[in-house]
């Protein structure tokens, strides 16, 4: 097994330079007619988000961000694995791995690794602290690079697996996720359950095609509603992720307009931001996020997992259930909400379930403080078994 080499991200001037000639050059759209964002990302905002990129955002000041926290890469499954490797402070600070979805990335996680690592300094308790690793998925960001290999959601969970056991020496530990971190987590609940100490989402990997129930309750009946409203009005991006990945990545790849456009409709339709996206997330955060991606040239290789959804089984596959002790933290602005009972036939040990006062998809951003102790609180009662 190969060891691990410390990294430092530093994007070369001549690619920041680049970057800002790009967007002087933009050409917009013309705004459909009707309410700003009715039809996808609005023109006027748009316009004045990339003139922020282009003049005023601070790329090394968000770089330097990222660096304060060890970062490592290490050859595995054939890529080379970017991770941050944060050690607790704290008496016994437990292995937590922590994952991310799309379109976000590691960037997502700075406000909360300190939540969980040590947890003291936010008026929590040292004996909850935890060691956090991090990773890019693969084909994300700082874990990709041009022509590697792709992977489904279960592939990265083995992957995952291997770097916790194999490589940094957890033989068991706990994982946390959304998006698609929620599906790799509830696939490694199955498949690597021996080593998956106990799970907690933020989003659950429930099939959203699944037959409903011959009475459904009042709860079981709005989720239903919500769930159509959801297929009908908000899945376009994971038909043409999902079927035509290659085409959709030319423009996103070379249009540095078109990559903000599309990743920051996301950040505004899920979040809990009542339709101004910048009381969610602070401008520079969302540009940080939006610039990886760009300066890895990481879009194409990130909608992977979505082909691999469409054209392979559910993580959980049909007939299994995660049977690993779990948590939910129900935000409420969250994609999809199911409630208890149809969540208990996919997780069989649900320990808590938190319905949350305000927060939405991208939780860790939005509500780092609310997640942290949620997590903190789940694993509590398990710390002794891992």
């Not at 330097?64 to 499954?77: C, D, E, G, S």
């Not at 084909?139 to 969970?157: A, C, D, H, I, V």
């Not at 020496?169 to 946390?176: A, E, I, K, L, P």
């Not at 690993?324 to 409630?339: D, G, K, S, W």
């Amino acid at each position: 097994m190969a060891s691990p080499t410390p990294f430092t991200l530093h994007v070369p001037d001549s690619d920041i330079a680049d970057l800002r000639e790009r967007l002087a050059r933009t050409r917009l759209p013309d705004q459909a007619p009707d309410a700003p964002w009715a039809y996808g990302t609005d023109v006027d905002y748009l316009r004045g988000l990339l003139a922020h990129w282009r003049e005023a955002f601070d790329w090394r000041a968000q770089e330097a961000r990222l660096n304060a926290f060890p970062q490592f890469k290490v050859p595995l499954a054939g890529i080379d694995l970017h991770y941050l490797h944060v050690p607790g402070r704290g008496p016994e600070p437990k292995p937590l791995l922590l994952l991310h979805g799309w379109p976000g990335s590691v960037f997502e996680f700075l406000e909360i690794i300190p939540r969980l690592t040590d947890p003291a300094r936010f008026g929590g308790d040292a004996a909850d602290a935890f060691t956090v690793i991090a990773p890019s998925l693969p084909g994300y960001g700082l874990s990709f690079r041009p022509n590697q290999k792709r992977f489904g959601t279960n592939e990265m969970g083995d992957c995952f697996a291997a770097l916790m056991t194999d490589v940094l020496g957890y033989q068991r530990f706990g994982v946390q996720g959304g998006d698609w971190g929620s599906s790799i987590g509830s696939g490694m609940g199955v498949f690597h359950a021996d080593k998956v100490a106990g799970l907690h989402l933020n989003l659950l990997t429930v099939r959203p095609d699944q037959p409903p129930p011959a009475h459904p309750t009042p709860e079981e009946a709005r989720y239903l509603r919500e769930v159509g409203v959801w297929l009908r009005e908000e899945t376009g991006y994971q038909w043409i992720q999902g079927t035509r990945p290659q085409t959709l990545a030319f423009g996103l790849t070379d249009s540095p307009a078109g990559l903000a456009a599309w990743i920051v409709e996301k950040f505004r339709t899920w979040s809990d931001c009542g339709g101004d996206v910048e009381t969610a997330f602070d401008r520079d955060h969302l540009l940080a996020n939006i610039s990886l991606y760009w300066f890895t040239g990481a879009i194409g290789s990130s909608f992977w997992p979505y082909y691999a959804r469409l054209h392979g089984p559910w993580p959980v596959p049909d007939g299994r259930t995660v049977d690993v002790p779990m948590a939910y933290a129900a935000f409420p602005r969250e994609i999809r909400r199911p409630p208890r009972s149809i969540a208990a036939g996919m997780y069989t040990d649900i320990r808590q379930w938190t319905e949350m006062p305000k927060g939405g998809h991208f939780a860790a951003m939005e509500q780092p403080d609310a997640l942290a102790r949620d997590v903190r609180s789940f694993f509590r009662p398990l710390r002794a078994t891992f």
